[in-house]
């Protein structure tokens, strides 16, 4: 009953509280709204031819028995969209050298990978036509196809991309420090290479949109299942040449996206402009197989990576070439090199590092574009780096935790700025790793280890530190050129009746950000959160912004509403003042009345100020106008970045004769800043750690010698199921960001960015007694059974 | 022409009548004999709460209940289900036959996205109809035919643990 009162007790209190997401409702009981059960007058399907070859000059397209069939209404080639969009180059200025060539929206003479969409067919029904498709033929003559990373690099092998010198689309390198003294005077060096597989988000909902284009206002509305809407509305407007005024995207449920819903695809470009091409609304949803092919996959590198270490085992030095192939094409308009830059920018990160050498080349073959996928580059860099310093450990005879605690950055040393020129803000490595030891119970855990190694079972535990991007600011794209918004925007309205609209720039897909948004709006302005509608996913009616990608929902979006929160506040005392004769600073608002500040005693609804300013603005004094809608912007100022960290542990059993990799239990301790919903946070993590254990056991799109996808589907495609997937232990350490009033920092990457490393380190340290070692992801049971040798 | 025998065109898509009782009320409706009952229920019967994710019957997106079982509505013809009584989620919702599952899920926050949830909730309800206490291994095995990308599985299991509890007491979570 006395337990002390937090600030939790306060009166309207939302941030730091785990309450229910209002709109999931609707999602429980089947009223979701996704792009995919849309269906508007007159509106028709499309669906796509696909080549069936990775690398082939088109000879000749013959459309005419597919155009007769009853039902189609227009089968479009490569050359009707090049009438009417402009291409579009997957490079950014501020990645020098880089190189990508034009692409349409279907190729005008050549297929560069197996699944490219070449011709489309709108009929009425998406049956018909797939029926009409299948009455297409294209003849093709098959040119050489690049499929592997040592293929692509060949000197002298097939060139993709006619008119360039080799299959390289960008290289880059960071060099800092004295990396060749260090190792020359190093006790210890460890060395590996890695491989990582490439892997695919597979959204529950496929991509999904509706283009309706009307002639006659020369409005095109785009219902598309994407996380950037205004992104979008750009981009249709550039290539289409529409005012941009006059295109407007709307994204209402989003069926999963995890970046994959934000890069530019050849088909929804494409169902765009079958929709100006015919005057009506045309519908396009990838079924699975095609979700497969055309979607962007993600990873795909051969990192080799050494560490030099003194005799006690701090880091000296490392040095690494990461080499990563991304398809035939750079994806727009945020490219493919992003993460591959993100990985030799952040191997290391953890650490004190002055030493470091990284080179990154970026290479062509004919597969999908990878791109942006959950936690860029962050699950590479964070096994990279973290297998080194285990492999180290295990050289210098040092405990997994003692070689972290000598070698992470210190908690009270901040701020500081890595060697890949990364400026971390304040990060809490010392204290995450003292937390996880404790949570583990990791002397226990050791204890029975032992204990079950004697008696044929082999466990593993495996710990990887990690920091994550977020928070973006204009460094990120805006520098390269690209239109990508850093800043975000909210409309915020004290209605009526009294209750409050939120409009706002940042986009929901589940993360819950309607949710955070009325928390924060509720809390700043002192009303109940049930009084507070969060509207979001409509350029028409939402002011223009980034939206919810990089883990930016929270942190800037969420900033954003904090602030226009405080005008509309502001606002709303002012005009109370003038009714009750106060000074606005002797009045606060609670629960949705105007309270004098000293007493609590409350004076006037909020309800009853609107009503006065809205409907009897004659009693007001001469001169006063309410304003009870404000519209405020925000973008982030002070560092580029708001960087996370937190770091995970996972306990996991090796079946030796099976190769099978049971997962007992997994754990993390992490530090986004300040927490506005601990349910909505744990269970982002948790999400985000399935992702990555996905990816570090089971995920793996797989191709043939040429180049076909060979599993593209979910009975071949492994994605974690609840069975194999372990309770994951979460404990918060929170480093709010001074840049922000909010001072909350990303969440959703934080989970995928360490799993795989960790599943790892756990199978090499399962490995101890053996003498096998594990470079590879996915952690399959044959790469184990090869490793133990018995396969 | 390419030899499209057109025939077998006009026969896929020549219209049958078929009859259900959805949600409790008489439905009659036309399809092609290739449609699977999960468009019939979207497209035809406008019911889009029943989820196509994969279309081979791995997700679980897309299961409904047809006369009182949980069936995946992509792996039948809708012609296959004539006669049959089938509830979907928009039903199960309406006629509080899920009231504790969504209550609990909402609370925990069970879900992100909304894609998986209307196949999980029937999946747990057929569990739960099954086995009245369930361990969490065993929620856990009955789930693994559902597909979640959003969440760690982990809210679902923990929703679905307490309304078993709360069941089996003879009361509801919450």
Redesign the interface.
């Known amino acids: 009953m006395s337990a002390p009162l937090t600030s939790l007790d306060r009166p309207n209190s939302y941030i730091g509280r785990s309450v229910?997401?209002p709109n999931?409702?609707?999602?429980?009981?089947?009223?979701?709204r996704?792009v995919?059960?849309l269906?508007l007058p007159r509106m028709l399907h499309a669906a796509f031819l696909r080549s069936p070859h990775a690398h082939a000059k088109i000879v000749a397209i013959k459309t005419d028995?597919a155009r007769a069939?009853e039902g189609v209404h227009l089968v479009a080639t490569g050359a009707d969209f090049a009438r009417i969009c402009t291409p579009w180059t997957g490079t950014l200025d501020h990645f020098k050298g880089m190189t990508s060539t034009p692409q349409w929206p279907l190729p005008l003479d050549r297929v560069v990978w197996a699944g490219q969409a070449m011709v489309a067919v709108v009929a009425e029904s998406r049956?018909?036509a797939e029926?009409a498709l299948?009455?297409i033929?294209v003849d093709y003559e098959d040119l050489p196809i690049v499929v592997d990373i040592d293929g692509a690099r060949k000197p002298g092998g097939p060139v993709i991309n006619p008119g360039s010198a080799s299959n390289v689309c960008f290289r880059s390198q960071l060099d800092s420090g004295t990396v060749d003294d260090a190792f020359m005077h190093a006790a210890h060096v460890v060395e590996e290479e890695f491989t990582f597989g490439r892997h695919t988000?597979?959204?529950?909902?496929p991509r999904a949109l509706v283009a309706d284009y009307d002639p006659s206002a020369g409005m095109l509305t785009v219902h598309h299942g994407t996380q950037t809407p205004y992104q979008f509305q750009d981009l249709y407007s550039r290539h289409y040449g529409i005012p941009e005024a006059r295109v407007r995207v709307i994204a209402t449920?989003?069926?999963?996206?995890?970046g994959m819903k934000l890069h530019v695809y050849h088909e929804d470009m494409a169902v765009v402009g079958l929709s100006i091409l015919l005057g009506r609304p045309v519908k396009y949803v990838a079924?699975?197989m095609e979700s497969f092919v055309s979607d962007i996959h993600a990873r795909d590198h051969r990192v080799r990576a050494r560490m030099a270490l003194d005799a006690k085992g701090e880091i000296l030095a490392m040095d690494v070439v990461d080499l990563t192939a991304i398809g035939a094409f750079s994806t727009y308009p945020r490219t493919s090199v992003v993460e591959g830059n993100q990985v030799i920018r952040l191997i290391g990160a953890p650490y004190r590092l002055t030493n470091y050498r990284a080179a990154l080349e970026v290479i062509f073959q004919n597969k999908v574009q990878t791109s942006q996928y959950r936690a860029v580059g962050h699950p590479i860099a964070c096994a990279v780096t973290e297998r080194l310093v285990d492999m180290a450990a295990s050289k210098i005879g040092l405990d997994a935790f003692a070689i972290r605690e000598l070698n992470v950055i210190p908690d009270d040393a901040y701020p500081q700025t890595s060697p890949t020129g990364y400026r971390f803000e304040a990060l809490s490595h010392q204290a995450c790793l003292k937390r996880l030891h404790e949570m583990m119970d990791y002397d226990g855990l050791r204890a029975e280890q032992a204990d079950l190694r004697k008696r044929g079972i082999y466990r593993g535990i495996g710990i990887a530190a990690f920091v994550e991007i977020t928070n973006p600011s204009p460094a990120f794209y805006g520098v390269g050129g690209a239109r990508i918004s850093s800043q975000d925007g909210a409309i915020l309205s004290l209605t009526p009746s009294g209750e409050v609209r939120c409009l706002i720039s940042v986009t929901e897909?589940?993360?819950?950000t309607e949710a955070i948004i009325s928390q924060i709006v509720a809390d700043q302005l002192g009303v109940a959160q049930d009084h507070v509608r969060v509207i979001t996913g409509d350029t028409e009616v939402t002011p223009h912004g980034g939206a919810t990608w990089a883990c930016r929902g929270a942190g800037i979006g969420g900033e954003t509403a904090l602030q226009a929160t405080r005008v509309l506040k502001r606002n709303i005392l002012e005009i109370a003042a003038l009714i009750l004769q106060e000074q606005p600073s002797a009045l606060d608002i609670i629960d949705g009345e105007v309270v004098d500040v000293a007493t609590g005693k409350p004076r006037l609804p909020i309800a009853e100020i609107a009503r006065i300013a809205y409907f009897r603005s004659d009693t007001l004094p001469p001169g006063a106008q309410a304003q009870l809608t404000v519209s405020h912007h925000f973008a982030p100022q002070g560092y580029p970045f708001a960087f996370t960290n937190g770091i995970q542990g996972c306990l996991l059993e090796v079946d030796v004769e099976t190769g099978l990799i049971k997962l007992l239990k997994h754990f993390i301790v992490e530090d986004c800043g300040r927490i506005i919903n601990p349910?909505?946070v744990d269970?982002?993590?948790?999400?985000?750690?399935?992702?990555g254990l996905g990816a570090a056991l089971f995920e793996e799109c797989r191709y043939s010698d040429t180049g076909q996808l060979m599993n593209g589907?979910?009975?071949d495609y492994l994605?974690p199921?609840?069975?194999e997937?372990p309770?994951?232990v979460i404990a918060h350490v929170e480093t709010p960001t001074a840049d922000t009033v909010l001072g909350a920092k990303g969440v959703g990457e934080a989970?995928t960015a360490a799993a795989s490393a960790c599943v790892l380190n756990a199978v090499n340290d399962a490995f101890a007694p053996f003498d096998a070692t594990i470079n590879s992801i996915p952690i399959t049971p044959a790469k184990i059974l090869k490793a133990l040798k018995r396969f | 022409m390419s030899g499209f025998d057109e025939t077998l065109q006009d026969e896929a898509e020549a219209p049958v009548r078929v009859r259900f009782v959805v949600n409790g009320r008489k439905v009659a409706c036309e399809v092609a004999p290739r449609d699977t009952l999960v468009d019939c229920l979207r497209d035809k019967l406008e019911l889009t709460g029943t989820h196509a994710g994969c279309e081979m019957g791995a997700c679980g997106a897309c299961l409904v209940q047809l006369d009182g079982r949980a069936i995946h509505s992509c792996l039948i013809y809708a012609v296959q289900a004539d006669g049959a009584r089938i509830d979907t989620i928009e039903g199960l919702s309406e006629g509080g036959v899920l009231a504790d599952l969504q209550a609990e899920f909402h609370r925990r926050n069970a879900l992100q996205c909304g894609f998986c949830t209307p196949g999980m909730l029937i999946n747990a309800q057929e569990l739960l109809s099954r086995v009245a206490e369930p361990g969490r291994g065993e929620i856990r095995d009955a789930l693994s035919g559902n597909y979640c990308r959003c969440t760690g599985y982990e809210a679902i299991v923990d929703a679905i643990d307490a309304v078993a509890k709360a069941r089996s007491k003879g009361g509801v979570a919450t």
């Open positions: 229910p997401r999931a409702k609707r999602l429980l009981a089947g009223r979701g996704y995919s059960d269906k028995a069939v049956a018909i029926d299948e009455l033929e988000a597979v959204t529950l909902e449920d989003i069926g999963g996206s995890f079924d699975r897909q589940g993360q819950g349910m909505l269970e982002q993590l948790r999400g985000g750690i399935v992702q589907s979910l009975a994605v199921m609840p069975m997937m309770d994951i989970g």
